[in-house]
């Protein structure tokens, strides 16, 4: 549909979770990207500057424009878009940096003014410099922001050099466009939507654990006065304050995990994934059947791996892990059912959501879910040859009761989680008493992988 000048798109399925994220939320900034990378050195800010117009201009994503209408949410791309000032900002500490970026990350983007994302550029007493990015979860997902930053910075040494500008990134338009003209995509869809929810249903209702087991249900059951309610009412837009907790794995763990994760050709993903499912049983009366969103990426081809955008889509992650099932045999199951829902991750949340809540009878607040997962492959090579420190902030809320974003850092190797927690649900001591669980049984089970699931959790 063309309207003047542009062509107006509907959202494409990975954007529609984004709305529906805000239908249950008060704050849009519930729904942004607030991230940060250091770097070692000093950078050349006006030729920074100029990269950031040339990255408008190669990466799309940072020109979509969204409209409302009588025909529901569109998107556009303007041809042409240039930043005319990026402010700089000098901070003595890192401390001093969170804190401002922690306050920019909780005020919202004006997406329907034209206001997609936010760049800072900073400096850290010490020697660093950075850029800073607050972007909406509708045009970039955590992958886009990597895109982003790589390209920046090839682009940054192309201009400080006069060499010829890197090879152009895939288009995000191109991809709407092909989703959108696919006329077996709803059909696939439906055939694929029915064997997720049959994987997801097929071991009778799962059980809903948090990480403070009936903590909140037992106070709501109260509050209610209904003792038998199992399912608490989780999704109040009016209570979606959060804070975020980063808590650091120990040098020596974290040598141990990678040791494990590289030896026996593992992903750390599975690795930390086993040890908060360990946790979750045992926090709620040693139940291992547990179920809750992981993140995917969605980006299988050469192009979607060169393309921003917002592509990422949640799956219902489900496992029921027998007593006597080995810490390595949970692994291996972990492995192959990421295989399995990897193949079906076009499948989209709306529809998954859609199917939990018939399935289920849940009412709007309810959900079977408990936590969202996300894992960032960090490398001290993902930004290149440069040395750098990512951070994340706090939007200051959020949508579910708790999201948990694991990585390596790559300036120390040393691995970071950072809890986004909804305050009316859980407490920080909570929370960290979930992570140390975590941690616990992770590292019980690689020093002994042949311990049983049955074993690790009543040790930890």
């Given at each position: 549909m063309k309207t003047n000048e542009y062509t107006m798109y509907r959202l494409i399925h990975s954007q529609e979770m984004v709305r529906f994220m805000w239908k249950y939320t008060l704050h849009m900034q519930s729904t942004q990207i607030p991230c940060a990378v250091a770097f070692c050195e000093e950078l050349d800010f006006p030729i920074l500057a100029r990269a950031v117009n040339v990255e408008i201009e190669r990466n799309d994503c940072l020109r979509i424009r969204l409209k409302r209408g009588v025909g529901g949410l569109r998107e556009y791309f303007l041809d042409r878009f240039e930043l005319e000032k990026i402010p700089i900002k000098?901070?003595?500490?890192?401390?001093e940096m969170t804190a401002f970026f922690d306050a920019d990350a909780s005020k919202k983007l004006n997406v329907f003014s034209g206001e997609t994302f936010r760049i800072f550029f900073f400096r850290i007493g010490g020697g660093s410099c950075g850029i800073y990015l607050n972007?909406?979860?509708m045009i970039m997902d955590a992958a886009a922001t990597f895109i982003f930053f790589k390209d920046l910075m090839n682009v940054y040494d192309s201009l400080k050099t006069s060499a010829p500008l890197p090879r152009p990134l895939s288009g995000y338009e191109e991809i709407i466009k092909r989703e959108q003209n696919d006329p077996e995509l709803e059909k696939?869809?439906?055939?694929?939507?029915?064997?997720?929810?049959?994987?997801?249903?097929?071991?009778?209702?799962p059980h809903f654990g948090m990480v403070n087991g009936d903590g909140f249900?037992?106070?709501?059951?109260?509050?209610?006065?209904?003792?038998?309610?199992?399912?608490?009412?989780?999704?109040?837009?009016?209570?979606?304050?959060?804070?975020?907790?980063?808590?650091r794995v120990g040098d020596e763990e974290s040598r141990a995990m990678t040791s494990f994760v590289e030896e026996?050709?593992?992903?750390?993903?599975?690795?930390?994934?086993?040890?908060?499912?360990l946790s979750f049983?045992?926090?709620?009366?040693?139940?291992?059947?547990?179920?809750?969103w992981v993140l995917c990426p969605r980006r299988r081809t050469v192009k979607e791996k060169r393309c921003g955008g917002t592509l990422a889509s949640p799956m219902p992650w489900r496992e029921k892990l027998p007593d006597e099932m080995t810490f390595s045999e949970a692994l291996r199951q972990?492995?192959?059912?990421?295989?399995?829902?990897?193949?079906?991750?076009?499948?989209?949340?709306?529809?998954?959501?859609s199917n939990e809540q018939k399935r289920y009878r849940l009412s709007l607040i309810q959900s079977m879910n408990c936590m969202m997962f996300s894992y960032l492959p960090l490398s001290p090579d993902s930004l290149g040859k440069r040395r750098y420190e990512f951070f994340g902030f706090n939007f200051g809320h959020y949508v579910m009761p708790l999201y948990t974003v694991t990585l390596k850092d790559p300036s120390t190797g040393n691995y970071v989680f950072s809890y986004i927690h909804r305050l009316w649900l859980s407490t920080d001591e909570e929370v960290e008493r979930f992570h140390k669980t975590a941690v616990n049984a992770i590292l019980r089970g690689i020093e002994d992988p042949n311990k049983t699931v049955g074993e690790i959790i009543k040790e930890i």
């Open positions: 000098d901070f003595s500490s890192k401390e972007v909406s979860h696939r869809i439906a055939e694929e939507g029915r064997i997720l929810d049959s994987y997801v249903a097929e071991k009778g209702t249900l037992d106070r709501q059951r109260k509050l209610l006065h209904k003792p038998g309610l199992t399912l608490p009412h989780i999704y109040l837009p009016i209570k979606d304050e959060t804070h975020m907790l980063k808590l026996n050709h593992l992903s750390a993903e599975w690795l930390i994934q086993l040890g908060f499912r049983s045992r926090l709620n009366h040693i139940e291992n059947d547990t179920l809750f972990l492995s192959e059912t990421q295989a399995f829902l990897f193949r079906y991750s076009d499948v989209p949340f709306t529809t998954v959501r």
